[in-house]
């Protein structure tokens, strides 16, 4: 079954706390990219990745990192989470090649609050 | 002080009416548009895209118009049903690999 998987869905951490949001997708797709979604700012683009090795700054890349290591996976990185970075994020995967819209994969989300 | 929340616009219907949702898109070099539907707790989910070459699209029970002289984009949904309810996106890509650009998305609720 295709489909994109992050981990964990549900997260409350403290100020400070390293952490990292995994996603992984299994349908080989060159592209990848985090959103975070806010009330009443629909989804917002932090990172994207157009293929192993290559990432680049989206619209709110800002207290975020990210690696692409290999293809399937794609972590969101939190040096140091401040409660700003509260929000539920998403994580999306698409070929690069004939793109419709029927072949963007997003996951299920993540739900991060920190205090 | 006072403070000013982000209100999602919203849209209620009755059961069995038409909805339009609206949306204004602001890249004139954009050439794909895509409508997700989002439910509670759940990711985006594609609905149906149109490219710039195109003016209207049809789907089961939904329609997209696309308006590219005053960059507006509508989705339609007919004989509106309870499990329609949801928040509806927008999104739209530039020419090439560039990012998905989402619009601030349409609460619709739907009245029984």
């Known amino acids: 079954e295709a489909q994109v998987t992050q981990n964990p869905r549900y997260l409350i951490t403290v100020t400070g706390k390293k952490l990292t949001v995994t996603c992984s997708q299994n349908?080989?797709?060159?592209?990848m990219s985090w959103y975070r979604q806010d009330p009443g700012l629909g989804l917002r683009q932090i990172y994207y990745?157009?293929?192993?090795?290559?990432?680049d700054k989206g619209d709110v890349p800002e207290g975020y990192k990210v690696s692409r290591k290999e293809k399937r996976n794609f972590p969101l990185i939190l040096e140091s989470p401040s409660p700003n970075q509260t929000s539920l994020y998403f994580c999306?995967?698409?070929?690069?090649?004939?793109?419709?819209?029927?072949?963007?994969?997003f996951g299920e989300g993540s739900w991060l609050t920190v205090v | 002080g006072e403070s000013v929340g982000l209100h999602l616009p919203t849209l209620s219907v009755q059961e069995g009416d038409n909805s339009i949702i609206n949306c204004a898109y602001s890249?004139?070099?954009?050439?794909?548009f895509i409508w997700y539907k989002q439910e509670s707790g759940k990711g985006p989910q594609f609905i149906i895209d149109?490219?710039?070459?195109?003016d209207k699209r049809q789907g089961q029970r939904v329609t997209v118009l696309l308006n590219k002289t005053v960059k507006h984009l509508s989705l339609q949904i007919a004989a509106t049903q309870p499990g329609d309810s949801a928040v509806y996106f927008c999104?739209?890509?530039?020419?090439?690999?560039?990012?998905?650009?989402f619009g601030k998305g349409t609460r619709l609720s739907v009245i029984a």
């Open positions: 999306a995967s698409s070929p690069l090649t004939g793109v419709g819209g029927n072949t963007i994969y």
């Open positions: 349908m080989n797709h060159e592209y």
């Open positions: 149109i490219r710039s070459n195109m």
């Open positions: 890249n004139s070099a954009s050439d794909y």
């Open positions: 999104a739209e890509i530039a020419s090439g690999n560039t990012p998905l650009v």
């Open positions: 990745s157009m293929n192993v090795e290559v990432t």
